[in-house]
């Protein structure tokens, strides 16, 4: 059976790199023109009739979806951006909907009440289509909404559940269901670099979403994930976006020690809208020595602010900065050879290190210099 072809649009703010990276069309970013066009066809319709207003993210996604809808796909997946009720992609009626954490985000327009975040979160699911909850901890509001919709569950450890093999190498099995209520397993899957709950989510999904998974493609799929800005090493530089205490945590708990002798620096800048406290203290169960790195626009953390904040929860800040730029120029001055850096707390702090050469002082940690996992 030939695989699939596949879209994926990611209204990640801000890119990267390159704002092709939010499209991808069977595994390749889209091109210049196909987006150019994309927008035309945008203004286009906005403009017809009475003129519409749209925000940044409102055409950015009406010019993704146009772009996926114009090419032969089997299979479309749509990351949900800010909240989910509220946010444009919804305007989709997906076939599979899915939640996988619920975290203190974007609480300017959130708030922190992890069961209403639950119940906008839950804004994605349909009536009646299967809707996928992709962790163990969610608020309870999540399941209600499914509930009240009639929309089939299909829950982490319930529905879905993948368990450790034993064997030297770490290997993993999943096992699920096929939307007729049958079993399936899948044996000797490899480590993705990926929290196994959302592999095992991601597998939950393709079945409800009528794909035959084989079990070979499945093994060669998830050996051969990556994921830009999360754990990607680029020398003693690890760069992650992770921006709550969830991928925080997650981050400290596959963070390796640097060598003997060597500290383990953070280089942080963060955004106001954060659980910035929460996400300190999930860090600091590793890090200790701290670059503080202030974020432009409204929403920028300010250094000095962040700074307040981990000296509160004992930890020692070095620097200051006023730009991620202005952090790393400082730690290339002080590293030492076995030292190593974790730059994270923002896509805009991960941004900007990828945008210039990093400093080393060290030979890489693993693959080429760049690996991405």
């Not at 009406?62 to 809808?69: S, V």
């Not at 969830?246 to 060597?262: F, I, K």
Request: net charge negative.
């Amino acid at each position: 059976m030939p695989a699939p072809t596949i879209g994926v649009w990611v209204p990640t703010l801000p890119h990267l790199l390159r704002y092709n990276e939010r499209v991808k069309i069977d595994g390749q970013e889209a091109d210049d023109q196909l987006l150019v066009q994309g927008f035309e066809q945008v203004e286009r319709a906005r403009l017809q009739g009475s003129e519409i207003s749209l925000t940044y993210f409102e055409a950015g996604t009406l010019c993704g979806l146009w772009c996926l809808a114009n090419a032969e796909l089997d299979l479309v997946v749509l990351e949900v951006g800010l909240g989910g009720r509220l946010d444009a992609v919804n305007i989709v009626d997906a076939d599979v909907a899915i939640v996988t954490t619920i975290a203190q985000d974007h609480a300017n327009f959130l708030g922190t009440d992890l069961a209403q975040i639950g119940r906008e979160k839950a804004g994605i699911f349909r009536a009646n289509r299967p809707a996928v909850l992709g962790s163990q901890t969610l608020p309870s509001s999540v399941a209600e909404c499914a509930q009240v919709l009639a929309a089939p569950t299909f829950s982490l450890g319930q529905q879905f559940t993948h368990q450790a093999m034993a064997g030297e190498a770490f290997q993993w099995r999943w096992q699920g269901l096929h939307p007729d209520g049958s079993s399936v397993v899948i044996n000797e899957l490899p480590d993705p670099g990926l929290p196994i709950d959302n592999a095992a989510t991601a597998l939950q999904s393709l079945v409800l979403a009528g794909l035959e998974l084989e079990e070979s493609r499945v093994q060669v799929a998830l050996s051969s994930v990556q994921l830009p800005g999360r754990l990607q090493w680029i020398g003693p530089w690890c760069l992650d976006v992770g921006h709550n205490p969830h991928a925080a945590e997650y981050v400290v708990r596959h963070l390796p020690s640097p060598p003997e002798d060597g500290r383990q620096w953070g280089l942080i800048g963060m955004l106001n809208d954060k659980d910035i406290d929460g996400v300190i203290q999930a860090l600091a169960a590793r890090i200790s020595d701290w670059v503080c790195v202030s974020l432009s626009g409204e929403r920028g953390c300010q250094a000095s602010e962040l700074s307040q904040r981990i000296i509160a929860q004992g930890g020692r800040v070095h620097f200051s900065a006023d730009s991620p730029q202005a952090g790393v120029d400082w730690l290339a001055n002080v590293l030492t050879p076995n030292d190593r850096v974790l730059a994270t707390g923002s896509f805009f702090t991960v941004a900007a290190l990828l945008a210039r050469p990093l400093p080393t002082g060290a030979a890489s940690l693993d693959g080429d210099g760049n690996e991405i996992r």
